[in-house]
């Protein structure tokens, strides 16, 4: 099996600049009791099948990497590439992601390593929908 890979130049892989940016609307995200509770009217970013987010900060003890599947569910990652330590991610029309640096580790949406050089699988967090918030259970 062929895995495709984002097309990034060879200076956005060497210095690991991710190709997911953070929410547009700072405010539709919140941490607290261990989940990442996401509006997701707010986040219109996630409404699309392959639309990704990175969360960051406010909290959070580890970046975090949503992303909306082709199936209309959302999978969530520890935003850490077992490798390098670099960022993910999704690659469209796949249910794949990928570190962001020059290795590309590739891993599907269970976390299980699929290419590059990583060592390890990548952690997955569980997600559930209520009352149009996304809950990502952070542990």
């Known amino acids: 099996m062929e895995l495709k890979s984002l097309n990034r130049n060879i200076f956005q892989r060497l210095v690991g600049l991710s190709a997911t940016g953070k929410p547009k609307d700072g405010s539709c995200w919140k ?3 261990g989940k990442l509770i996401i ?3 707010k986040a219109p970013e996630l409404s699309k099948p392959f639309g ?3 969360f960051e900060e406010n909290g959070l003890q580890e970046r975090v990497l949503v992303v909306k599947g082709d199936d209309g569910f959302f999978y969530a990652f520890k935003n850490h590439c077992t490798h390098s ?9 796949t249910e794949t992601v990928q570190c962001c640096s020059v290795g590309k580790s590739t891993f599907d949406f269970g976390g299980l390593k699929k290419a590059g050089a990583a060592k390890a699988d990548i952690k997955t967090y569980g997600t559930m929908v209520k009352d149009n918030r996304l809950i990502v259970h952070i542990k």
């Not at 330590?85 to 029309?93: A, S, V």
Request: aromatic share 6%; proline share 11%.
């Open 85 to 93: 330590g670099r960022r993910l991610d999704p690659i469209p029309g």
């Open 52 to 54: 990704a987010l990175r």
């Open 39 to 41: 509006e997701l009217a």
């Open 31 to 33: 941490f607290e009791n």
